[in-house]
Structures are given as C-alpha cells and as structure tokens.
C-alpha cells in the first residue's frame, strides 16, 4: 500500500534548468495538490487538480506548471528553476471535496536551486 | 477570509509533562479543522481532525483536541510527552474554495528534553 509516492526525493538544479516532479497515488482519489513548505511559513498551494485532465491556480503558482495527463499522476513542472524556487514540495491528494475529508501526503521532495 | 494561526513556533516541554500546542482559526463558515505531525524529512501524518460531530477530538498517539466555537480555538493537547512526540505540528482548516485545500498555520516544533 504506496498511498502518495513523490519522485525524485532530492535535486540540486542551477539556475534556468528545468526539471519535473511527479507524484503518484494509487487510492483512487480525484483531488490533488502541489504545496510547498518553507520554514516559518507552513505548506502554501502552488496548484491543484480537481480530476482528470484538470488543474487549477493556488496560492503561489508563478513559476509552476502542472499536468494531469492520469488520474493516478500529477506532475509539478520547473521550467526555468530560481533560488526562491529552494524548497521542499509535498504533494497530497484526497479521496472528497466534502470539508471533512483529509489530505494524504507524500514525503517531500527536497529541491534546492543554486 | 479563512485563515489558521499558531502561537509559539517553538514549544519545549520536559518528557511526562502535558503538551499544549495553541491554534486559533478564522473563518466565516463553518470550520472543518485538522492537527497533522511532521517527523524529521518525513511528510505529513494526520494526527486528528474536528468534523462538528463532537468538540472534543481523539487522535492518534494519545493526542486530543477540543474545538471552542466561542474562542475560535482547537488547542492540541497530550497529558504525557514522550521522546518520540518530538516533531513540527500543523493545525489546518480545509478551504472552502480552490478544490477545498488546506490552508496551514506557520507549524509549531515540539522539542522534548528527557
């Protein structure tokens, strides 16, 4: 039982490379999101997907893609990566949009922007 | 606007004494509230979560919770820290918009001396 698996779990880029990373789920679950986590600042939204095929702006997208080709997959685009862009990003996804559902998270994938 | 604060970044507690982790919350819905714990370079594991049914909230770990509509509080409370509660603590309310995410406070780290 994977539940939200994150790939790669560490990158080092330089400044104007790109790189992707991918999440997948095998819950079966319709909502996913990318987050971001910087100390002192808690988890924000960089984006999420509502099904399939679907993806949406959260809190602080500039800078970010992301594609829902699967449903089981939701990957987080960097095409031209910058020091902010230092972070360690969690995916997540739940199985309703009611409020009391929870969010299930992966283990973060560390990336650093030199 | 909905929003979710922790007071103390840091909280210290010796092992045995009662852990007390402050939340307080704003929202002009009704609020759907959740405590997750971050271990060192692991995600995020949901602890427990307020859904109306009751105000007082059980968890895993021997953690509870209990929502007060009247202070807009859901303080995290555990009557015996042990060693191993030494982690970074989330409160979270989930949104009523961009695909009901969860919008976090800044966390608050748990130490626990022996």
């Known amino acids: 039982n994977a539940g939200v698996t994150q790939t790669p779990k560490f990158r080092v880029l330089k400044t104007g490379q790109s790189m992707t990373l991918l999440c997948a789920q095998d819950?079966?679950?319709?909502?996913m999101y990318w987050y971001r986590q910087d100390p002192g600042m808690g988890l924000r939204l960089i984006h999420y997907?509502?099904?399939?095929?679907?993806?949406a702006k959260g809190e602080v997208p500039d800078g970010y893609n992301v594609s829902r080709l699967k449903k089981q997959n939701f990957l987080l685009g960097l095409e031209s990566a910058a020091p902010s862009q230092t972070s360690v990003y969690f995916c997540a996804s739940s199985y309703e949009l009611y409020p009391t559902g929870e969010l299930f998270f992966g283990e973060g994938s560390r990336l650093t922007v030199l | 606007a909905q929003s979710v604060t922790q007071l103390g970044s840091h909280v210290s507690v010796s092992e045995g004494a009662l852990v007390l982790l402050r939340c307080n919350y704003s929202?002009?819905?009704?609020?759907?509230l959740f405590w997750y714990v971050q271990y060192p370079n692991q995600g995020l594991q949901l602890l427990l979560k307020?859904?109306?049914?009751?105000?007082l909230v059980k968890g895993i770990n021997g953690f509870e919770a209990e929502f007060k509509k009247s202070e807009t509080s859901f303080h995290l409370t555990k009557p015996s820290a042990h060693m191993s509660d030494a982690a970074e603590y989330f409160c979270a309310l989930r949104a009523g918009n961009q695909g009901g995410k969860l919008i976090f406070g800044q966390g608050t780290e748990l130490s626990v001396k022996p």
């Open positions: 819950m079966n679950h319709e909502y």
């Open positions: 929202s002009s819905v009704p609020p759907y």
């Open positions: 307020y859904t109306s049914a009751a105000t």
């Open positions: 997907s509502v099904g399939e095929g679907t993806t």
